[in-house]
C-alpha cells in the first residue's frame, strides 16, 4: 500500500509539475509515515502487515540519506574555505575605493598588478601632437591610469580633424587642440592630471620639458618636429615611442638609446626628399588607421612604464591596413649617430621592479 501511495504520489507530482523538491518532500512524508505507525500502533493492529512492525527498519536508510546529505554539504563548505588559486595583490596607500575599482581589470593581470598600476599613478608622460596618433593614445593613457599627462599641441580643432581625431568632438571645432584633448582626459579619468600646452614645441621648451617626464610619445607628422623630439629625448634620456602613419600604412617603435636601442636619427639619417613622405593632409588617412598605431602606442607606454613583456626597443612594428598584414623588423642603433652615437647607454632597464 505504501509503494502505491508512491507511486501514485510520483504522477501527482508529474501531472501538477510540482517538481523534484515537493515529490522528495511527499516521499519522507510518508517514509515518516510508515516508521511512526511500525512503531506506534498497537502489535495485533491489522496495518502492521503493511508497514511490518520494526520501525528501525524504517529508520535505518533515512539515516543513511541524512548522513550522505550531511557529509555532502561540509565538504562544499571546506572547499568554499579554501582560497582561490589566483591571490590577487591590491595596492595599498596611494588608491581609492574608487580608483581600485576602476583599475580592477588592470590589478588582475599578472605583468601589472598592484605595483604595476602604482608606477602607471606615478609616472608622467609627454605627449607631442593631440591628432590622429595622439587622440587614442592620450584616452588610453588617461584610462589606464597614468598619473600626469602633458600634451603639447599649437593647432586648434578643425572640421577635417574630426574624421579620425577622435580625442575631439564637433563642438572643440575652433578650441586648441591641446585644451579639447585635456576636457576630455578629465572627462574620462578624474583621478589624472592633465596639462594642456596650446603652444609650439621648440628645442627650448622640449629641453625644460622633457627632463620633468617619464617618458615622451611622439604623434606628430612632419620630420622637423620628429627630429627635434628625437634629439631633446636623448639628450633628456627619456624613452620615446614614436608612431607615425600615412593612407593606410603606420608604423611604431621605441627609440631609447640610453637603454640599448637606436634614435630616430640612426634609422633616418637625412628628412626624405620633398614629396616622398607626404603628411596626411597630403595624401589622405583611413580614419581606424591612427586608432590602431595610436592605440599600439599607448600599449608599448605601458609595457616600458609597468617594466611588462619585451617593448618594441631595437623593432619596429609595421601595419599594413589595406592588406592587414603586420610586419617586425630589427632596427639598430649606429655608432657613428650624430645625435646618439656619444651617449652613453644605461646599465638599469626602465622600469625598476
Ligand atoms: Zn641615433
Known sequence: MIAGLAVGWAVLVLLLRLGWRAFWAGILALWVAGMLASGLLPPDHPFHRQ?????????LPLLLVAAALVYRAGLARLKSRIPAPQTTEFPKGPFTPEELTRYARHILLREVGGPGQRRLKEARVLVVGAGGLGSPAILYLAAAGVGHLTVIDDDRVEPSNLQRQVIHRTGDVGSPKAESAARAVTALNPFVTVSALAERLTAERAAELFPHHDLILDGTDTFATRELVNAAAVAARR?????????????????????????LTCLFPEAPAPGLAPTCAEAGVIAPLPGVLGSIMALEAVKVLTGAGEPLRGRMLL????YADTRIIATERRADCPVCGSAQALDEPFAKP
Do not use: K, M
Not at 508497514?51 to 529508520?59: E, K, L, P, Q, T
Open 51 to 59: 508497514v511490518g512492525s520494526d520501525w528501525r527498519a524504517w529508520a
Open 319 to 322: 601595419w599594413d591596413g589595406l
Open 239 to 263: 624613452p620615446l615611442i614614436a608612431g607615425a602613419i600615412a593612407q593606410w600604412e603606420g608604423q611604431v617603435t621605441l627609440y631609447d638609446p640610453a637603454r640599448g636601442g637606436p634614435c
